[in-house]
């Protein structure tokens, strides 16, 4: 473990990230170009954000199957666009058992051919309907450029993958899933975003509309977080996904999907990070306080530790994810610095004053240095912890979002707008030309990120063509 300082965020914020990562023992390499090892630190973090989704999609009725890696080359020509949409990124079987497969096998970028597949063979009548299912797995996309987390060839999410008997229930399915990811990205991760619909050049392949959710990043940037696509009829006619109504006519289903990855993780270290390392949010931080004792003698060091033992025992009880650091042969300044630099959102330090006078010294990750430190009793201790990780909860939403508002400009011109790109979002007036987005993204390296929902409905002109425009859009370079 190597104590030399993570380049600034200013300075280099690409290698800061990769550093931290790798640092902070989240994830690591793996042999095959464009892979990751998600190491158990990070893999935590994935199943926190795993559970706090898995518990909302449950509650709406949801549940949760598993359907296979390999799709028959076939399925994926099935729908055009869909098939357009993947082939360059597509990892294609043509072996198996030592001969050539008759039909090479796709490994799944995404489950919708598959699905429905399946659908066609289980729903036959309007009673059967909706179908409300999704599954937690890892896909394959041949990325040409990663970045651990944010871009990987094969990456780990859920899809959620539903059938219905009306256009309705479909839209009413896909902005609900989007409305579960809002919740969840800003109550448990919190980081505000920005719900909207994309456009149509960055519409998921094969779907009638698709919305997400975008974040800024702390350089700026903007990441798509969470996505929920309407699907239309569009696989349900490929794949012959239909039933019969009341009236006992044969309808197409009406389908859709969504989906939120470990890229989420990436969000997390890149909006709540510092210069010091990462800064989770106490309700996904794997370890939520960790306990550090401080002794000079074998005397002091039983007595500490008979004290920091009990404590964390009783954090642990009261389901507060608690770490007691045993190693022996590092400074208490240098564990301090470790574990500000994986983020634990609260340090309990406990010396031999402390087991004298029945306190401990309480240290907050949001706020470092003297600021974030109070001496409390040990008397009252857990409720104390519980408030004092609410309030890092709270500080850190309310630090992203004040960083995300003074980063996003409403321009003018289209010099104005120029500037506005280049250090956070734009919010623009479009016409909704293909034209104009693409001219956009050639000459500013900005893209349309999302046309947010709340929208004053007004008429003004487009930023780059000043043709009479509605909506306004939010414009940004991402990741």
Not at 353 to 369: E, F, S, W, Y
Not at 376 to 389: I, N, S, W
Not at 396 to 417: K, M, S, V
């Amino acid at each position: 473990m190597s104590e030399h300082k993570l380049p600034s965020r200013a300075e280099d914020f690409a290698e800061w990230y990769n550093q931290l990562v790798l640092r902070a023992e989240l994830a690591d390499y793996a042999p095959v170009r464009g892979c990751m090892i998600v190491r158990p630190y990070g893999w935590a973090l994935w199943e926190n954000i795993q559970q706090a989704l898995d518990k909302r999609f449950k509650a709406t009725g949801h549940v949760n199957a598993a359907f296979p890696l390999l799709i028959p080359r076939s399925f994926l020509e099935r729908e055009k666009s869909h098939v357009e949409g993947f082939s360059p990124e597509l990892a294609v079987v043509t072996v198996g058992g030592g001969k050539e497969l008759e039909e090479p096998l796709v490994v799944r970028p995404t489950s919708e051919t598959i699905i429905g597949h399946a659908y066609a063979k289980w729903i036959k009548s309007y009673r059967d309907l909706p179908v409300l299912i999704n599954q937690w797995n890892s896909v394959v996309r041949w990325e040409l450029r990663t970045k651990l987390f944010l871009r990987t060839l094969e990456f780990f999410w859920q899809e959620g993958h539903t059938a219905h008997a009306t256009y309705t229930e479909a839209a009413a399915e896909t902005r609900q899933m989007l409305d579960i990811y809002t919740d969840f990205a800003v109550n448990e991760a919190a980081i505000p975003v920005i719900p909207g619909r994309k456009s149509d050049s960055e519409r998921f392949a094969g779907a009638d509309e698709t919305y997400s959710i975008e974040a800024m990043m702390g350089d700026g940037k903007a990441l798509q977080a969470g996505t929920s696509h309407n699907l239309g009829q569009n696989f349900s006619k490929a794949f012959d996904i239909r039933y019969l109504d009341r009236h006992g006519e044969l309808q197409y289903c009406w389908t859709t999907s969504w989906g939120l990855s470990t890229r989420f993780i990436g969000a997390i270290i890149m909006v709540h990070g510092d210069d010091k390392g990462l800064a989770l949010p106490p309700r996904l931080a794997p370890i939520q306080a960790v306990i550090v004792p401080i002794y000079k003698t074998d005397e002091e060091r039983a007595s500490v530790f008979e004290t920091a033992q009990r404590i964390r025992e009783e954090l642990v009880a009261n389901d507060i994810r608690a770490k007691l650091d045993e190693r022996d042969g590092l400074t208490p300044g240098f564990k301090f610095n470790d574990w500000e630099m994986r983020g634990v959102p609260l340090r309990v330090e406990v010396g031999p004053r402390d087991v004298a006078n029945g306190t401990v010294a309480l240290a907050r990750r949001d706020k470092p240095g003297k600021e974030g430190k109070s001496f409390v009793k040990q008397e009252g201790l857990v409720a104390l912890v519980r408030e004092t990780l609410a309030q890092v909860q709270q500080s850190l939403h309310q630090r992203a979002l004040a960083f995300r508002e003074a980063n996003t400009q409403e321009p003018q011109g289209y010099d104005e707008f120029k500037s506005a790109v280049e250090r956070g979002f734009a919010r623009a007036r479009w016409c909704g030309s293909r034209e104009c987005e693409a001219k956009i993204k050639e000459e500013t390296k900005a893209t349309t990120r999302c046309i947010p929902f709340d929208q004053t409905g007004d008429e003004g002109a487009c930023i780059y063509c000043d043709k009479a425009a509605r909506e306004r859009v939010i414009f940004a370079r991402a990741y």
